[in-house]
Each structure stands twice: as C-alpha cells, then as structure tokens.
C-alpha cells in the first residue's frame, strides 16, 4: 500500500485540510480527509477493470465544510437523532443542540462532522484523532476519539476508539453515500441484502418509537436480495415519510464474520459486503439529496436514541471504559 499526501486548503490560522490517498498496487484507491475525517473516495473496477469512484460526494473542500448531508464525515458524539434534545444521565438533564427540529441529530451543530481532525500516518494507514471537550453539543465529558482507515486490498476497514472521563454517550459511524455503478444514477435497481429480521418502529421525525417490527412479509424484508427501489412508489407510510427507506435494521449477527449487508450493481457487477460488530445499521436512501436515491447510506451503529429507551441495548460509555468497534467494506466483482 502507498500514501500519498496533498494539501487540499491552507488556512490562514496555518491550519491544514490534507487529501490522503491509500493506493494499492493494482491501481485501486481511496480517499480521506482530516476534515469530519471522511472518507472522498473509493475507486474500484467494474467487470471491465474500469475503475470509479463509487462514493458519491463534492470535488472542492469548500463544498465538504458546507455539507448539510454528512458525505462521508465520521459521525459523533452519536449517530442518529436524539428525541427532545435532551438525554438524563445520573440524575442530571443535559439539554443537547437542537439541530433537526426540536430533536439533536448527529452530534449537534458541532458534531464530528465539522471539526478539523489531527492525523497520523501510521504503516497500514491513516489515523485521525481529536479531543471533544466537555458540554460539545451538550454532551458531557471530555472525549477521546479516533479513527482508524486501513485499505486492505479492496477491503476498508474503519476502526473506532473511544474514552471519556465523565459518563457519555458514544455511538459512532461513518455515512459514505455508495453508488456502484460509479455514475450519478438512481440506485434503485441496485440489490440490495441485509441481515436482519427485525427494525426500529419509527415515527414522522425519524424518532424510535420503541416499538421493534418483524420484516417478514414487509417492504422491509432485505433477507434475500431484491432491488433497493422495488417498493419506492408504495403507499407505505414510513417510506412517504422518509423520501424512501431511512430506517435502523436489528443485525442477526454481529460479528465481523458474517455478512451484514451485501450490495451488488447488477451492470458493472461491482459488489459491496459490509461486516461489523455494530449492533444494527441505518439504511437511507438518500431521498433528501438535491437528486433523490443516486446514493445509499448503510450506517452500521449502535441503536439509535438509546438514551430514550431504556430496552434499548445502551451506548453508555463510562469513565474508565473503552468504546472500540469496527466495521470493513470490502468491494469486488462477480459475473
């Protein structure tokens, strides 16, 4: 594996905004960026050997500290939305950022997303780190974070760290927006496979209910692969509400053994399989993109709102505890 730096913008405070590039010796590659460290780009054959990019995203740094959409960002302090803005925590109400309505969303308006990440470059890859301090986005607790990027062949492997000093909570993703075809093109006809017998119940402002759904049956039954976009013009409610699915499936296994999710693009025949140890994962199908479903998010996380719903599995992080998790893309071609 080679790195390659480049600086994308230097600040007048002399703060960087570096592109790294992780290449492999087959030509294939991705990109990262210390800002939100995100992940650009992930350039892989179609059955041809052409190789595309297959994250949807921006051409220009500007255009990524502008986003309103998360492309690629790791997502922190955590992911999902957070009812009420508001979490209790040994007695004491933390009032979080309103920042979707009257509900926090993905860290708040100083979430991971939008901070200028440290780096270091390490023999297997990159590594960004920083410190969340106390009472960012509300939350308490100063936070050590990190992410790990590693380009294993044609397989991303991300890899989360986490401690605290006061009890938090941690739920981290990354929300690349993949498109296989490696076009600017629905995504509809793509197929899609997901591991998962139940989902989160949710409601009009993407909230849990508390409420867990069996997909037998459903338009959300994803246990053998059909195409993403089949029920897209459905009368169901939850799809109307989301612009098409933006729901949290319930991983049968978690393991980073067993597939968690599998896409294929049934043109170029790239495929996507995704493994984790994350409890579930968030499908969104980008029905709020300025160009609707040319992109699908597959977030694998820990139960969203947690803190609201007390048989929900927690992301609690305690003082003196570790949060670690991992999650690997690993791209291929199959006729």
């Known amino acids: 594996m080679n790195m390659i730096l480049s600086d994308w913008v230097v600040y007048p405070n002399g703060e960087r ?55 690629g960002a790791t997502i922190g302090r955590v992911a999902n939305r957070i009812s009420n ?28 997303n939008t901070q200028l990440w440290e780096y270091e470059v390490l023999s297997d890859g990159i590594r960004f780190f920083r410190t969340s301090l106390d009472n960012e986005g509300g939350f308490p607790g100063n936070v050590t974070v990190s992410v790990k990027y590693q380009l294993l062949n044609h397989t991303v492997a991300i890899s989360y760290y986490a401690t605290t000093d006061l009890d938090t909570y941690i739920n981290l993703t990354n929300h690349a927006y993949f498109n296989l075809s490696g076009k600017n093109c629905s995504i509809g006809s793509q197929c899609l496979r ?9 409601d009009r402002e993407f909230i849990p209910t508390g409420n867990i759904i069996d997909v037998t049956g459903t338009i959300f039954d994803f246990r053998h692969t059909q195409t993403i976009g089949r ?16 729901n949290y499936f319930i991983l049968n296994k978690h393991d980073n053994e067993i597939p968690a999710a599998y896409l294929r693009d049934q043109t170029s025949k790239r495929t996507l399989t995704i493994y984790t140890d994350a409890l579930g994962l968030f499908l969104y199908t980008s029905g709020f993109l300025r160009k609707p479903h040319t992109a699908v998010c597959l ?3 820990n139960y969203p709102d947690s803190s609201s719903h007390r048989k929900f599995p927690s ?21």
């Open 299 to 301: 977030e694998t996380q």
């Open 17 to 71: 905004t570096i592109l790294f590039r992780l290449e492999n010796e087959d030509g294939t590659y991705i990109e990262l960026c210390n800002w939100g460290a995100r992940w650009i780009s992930a350039f892989f054959p179609d059955k041809y050997g052409k190789l595309e990019n297959l994250l949807v995203g921006y051409e220009n740094i500007n255009d990524y500290v502008a986003d309103p959409c998360y492309m």
């Open 85 to 112: 803005a508001r979490i209790e925590l040994n007695s004491k109400i933390y009032q979080l950022d309103e920042n979707d309505g009257r509900n926090s969303n993905h860290g708040g308006f100083n979430g991971f």
């Open 315 to 335: 992301c609690l992080l305690r003082s003196g505890e570790v949060y670690v998790s991992k999650t690997c893309y690993s791209f291929d071609v199959e006729m």
């Open 231 to 246: 029920y897209f013009e459905s009368n169901n409610i939850q799809l109307k509400w989301n612009r098409g699915y933006n």
């Open 194 to 202: 997901i591991n998962a017998d139940k989902i989160l119940d949710s």
